[in-house]
T-cell receptor, first 112, second 114 residues
Framework: KQEVTQIPAALSVPEGENLVLNCSFT??????LQWFRQDPGKGLTSLLL?????REQTSGRLNASLDKSSGRSTLYIAASQPGDSATYLC???????????FGSGTQLTVLP | KAGVTQTPRYLIKTRGQQVTLSCSPI?????VSWYQQTPGQGLQFLFE???????NKGNFPGRFSGRQFSNSRSEMNVSTLELGDSALYLC?????????????FGPGTRLLVL
């Protein structure tokens, strides 16, 4: 059974800092890995999807990497802004294609 | 394109009642998945529908059921509500039957069971 872990559970940084969020998973037989953002009381916004054959994906100030062999993914946020404050979740898709297994998230606070 | 819509957005029920939640996927998307989010358990997969067929089901009791209509809209039903069913229920849609497509989530329905 796939287990996804995110460390740290919470992170507070000053505006402008570059930061890295970590995600680890136990079963390397994944189809893809997605990073999502969730604002309080809201749904999930997809940030980046990395296919199992890819090593990284970039979108604007975000860069996500995937190392299947070690069961790890990182989300790098450059030049953080207060608007980046949210909970960031990673999720893997494996076995059944559409069933996502989520980590518990990292709550990010960017201080002005 | 309009995003995934869910109705109602908020719901208050009492124990023992039943509830039906609705999800309209992005136009052209044929796969709809449902998730339950609670502070204690996080996000957990409920089930997935594709072309009106349930393709996969998570580890939830039979009180949780769903269906999908020919226009891809989906409903989930929870019977005999328990206090522990209080949660944010999220649905997600995607366009392909395979695994390559991003899943797009709706804003959720927040259910409170008293």
């Amino acid at each position: 059974k796939q287990e996804v872990t995110q460390i740290p559970a919470a992170l507070s940084v000053p505006e402008g800092e570059n930061l890295v969020l970590n995600c680890s998973f136990t079963d390397s037989a994944i189809y893809n890995l997605q990073w999502f953002r969730q604002d309080p009381g809201k749904g999930l916004t997809s940030l980046l999807l990395i296919q199992s054959s890819q090593r990284e994906q970039t979108s604007g100030r975000l860069n996500a990497s995937l190392d299947k062999s070690s069961g790890r993914s990182t989300l790098y946020i450059a030049a953080s802004q207060p608007g980046d404050s949210a909970t960031y979740l990673c999720a893997t898709s494996s076995g059944s294609a559409r069933q996502l297994t989520f980590g518990s998230g990292t709550q990010l606070t960017v201080l002005p | 394109k309009a995003g995934v819509t869910q109705t109602p957005r908020y719901l208050i029920k009492t124990r023992g009642q039943q509830v039906t939640l609705s999800c309209s996927p992005i136009s052209g998307h044929r796969s709809v998945s449902w998730y339950q989010q609670t502070p204690g358990q996080g996000l957990q997969f409920l089930f997935e529908y594709f072309s009106e067929t349930q393709r996969n089901k998570g580890n939830f009791p039979g009180r949780f059921s769903g269906r999908q209509f020919s226009n891809s809209r989906s409903e989930m039903n929870v019977s005999t509500l328990e206090l522990g069913d209080s949660a944010l229920y999220l649905c997600a849609s995607s366009s392909l039957a395979g695994s390559r497509e991003t899943q797009y989530f709706g804003p959720g329905t927040r259910l409170l069971v008293l």
